[in-house]
């Protein structure tokens, strides 16, 4: 299967198992209060700390992220070097605490080469903002991650991720991040792609959630395979490319 078609396949998968962990589990809670998030900057209990500093803010990035990291990506631009993907992602709140956001990454080499990382993602661990017309939603940078595949570290606590089999880890990010105003559940509908009566995506979503890390073996491998592409940055949005239509299942 080459790049572009897995990468489409990819998109696709990802959009269905957020309807599933959307409804199917019943993640929206309609009587859920407005966030309690602030408008500073605070340190979040699970670790990080939220952007409330930036709510409003159009545009706002924790990490310099090039303009074309807020477009719909291209299926047709070749993929060189190490990439990010978004996997599952979904909003839970229980009855007896805080909802939150799990949002899972995929990470993969995109070649022969290995790509190595640092198990908390560089020094500023996982940003991660949500982004609505009005600006900032809500977000979070310094998020702990949580690895599933590899499990384990190696010698110099880097995980190693090859090409077969990739890399996958997941992020929380706490409702307490969101702006004032918002609720949790109403944002991870917004997030949703829309679609018509045949199930076809048919524009972007409401919300932009961008997740990045900045790590030493991104630009490592960058530099390894010659990519076009320079630096230590890596991000991944919710945005779909719509130069053909997708249908869901």
């Given at each position: 299967?080459?790049?572009?078609?897995?990468?489409?396949?990819?998109?696709?998968?990802?959009?269905?198992?957020?309807?599933?962990?959307?409804?199917?589990?019943?993640?929206?809670?309609?009587?859920?209060?407005?966030?309690?998030?602030?408008?500073?900057?605070t340190a979040?209990?699970?670790?990080?700390?939220?952007?409330?500093?930036?709510?409003?803010?159009?545009?706002?990035?924790?990490?310099?992220?090039?303009?074309?990291?807020?477009?719909?990506?291209?299926?047709?631009?070749?993929?060189?070097?190490?990439?990010?993907?978004?996997?599952?992602?979904?909003?839970?709140?229980?009855?007896?605490?805080?909802?939150?956001?799990?949002?899972?990454?995929?990470?993969?080499?995109?070649?022969?080469?290995?790509?190595?990382?640092?198990?908390?993602?560089?020094?500023?661990?996982?940003?991660?903002?949500?982004?609505?017309?009005?600006?900032?939603?809500?977000?979070?940078?310094?998020?702990?991650?949580?690895?599933?595949?590899?499990?384990?570290?190696?010698?110099?606590?880097?995980?190693?991720?090859?090409?077969?089999?990739?890399?996958?880890?997941?992020?929380?990010?706490?409702?307490?991040?969101?702006?004032?105003?918002?609720?949790?559940?109403?944002?991870?509908?917004?997030?949703?792609?829309?679609?018509?009566?045949?199930?076809?995506?048919?524009?972007?979503?409401?919300?932009?959630?961008?997740?990045?890390?900045?790590?030493?073996?991104?630009?490592?491998l960058r530099?390894?395979?010659?990519?076009?592409?320079?630096?230590?940055?890596?991000?991944?949005?919710?945005?779909?490319?719509?130069?053909?239509?997708?249908?869901?299942?």
């Amino acid at each position: 299967m080459n790049h572009r078609v897995r990468g489409a396949v990819l998109s696709v998968v990802a959009a269905v198992v957020l309807l599933c962990l959307a409804y199917q589990q019943k993640l929206f809670v309609s009587a859920e209060p407005a966030s309690s998030g602030s408008m500073s900057a605070t340190a979040l209990s699970g670790g990080g700390f939220s952007d409330g500093n930036e709510c409003g803010v159009k545009g706002f990035h924790h990490f310099a992220l090039p303009a074309d990291a807020s477009s719909p990506p291209s299926p047709d631009t070749p993929q060189v070097g190490p990439q990010l993907a978004l996997g599952a992602y979904g909003y839970q709140q229980m009855s007896d605490s805080p909802g939150h956001f799990t949002i899972q990454l995929l990470f993969a080499p995109r070649g022969k080469q290995s790509l190595v990382l640092s198990r908390t993602l560089g020094t500023d661990g996982v940003a991660v903002e949500i982004e609505g017309p009005h600006g900032l939603v809500g977000g979070a940078h310094g998020l702990p991650v949580t690895w599933n595949h590899p499990t384990t570290a190696n010698r110099d606590n880097a995980m190693r991720i090859d090409a077969v089999g990739g890399g996958s880890a997941e992020v929380s990010l706490p409702v307490q991040a969101l702006c004032p105003g918002y609720q949790g559940a109403s944002v991870m509908k917004g997030l949703l792609a829309p679609i018509d009566s045949r199930n076809t995506i048919t524009g972007q979503p409401a919300y932009t959630l961008t997740v990045s890390v900045s790590d030493p073996g991104i630009g490592e491998l960058r530099r390894t395979v010659r990519s076009a592409v320079s630096g230590d940055l890596l991000s991944a949005s919710n945005l779909v490319p719509l130069d053909k239509p997708i249908t869901r299942p």
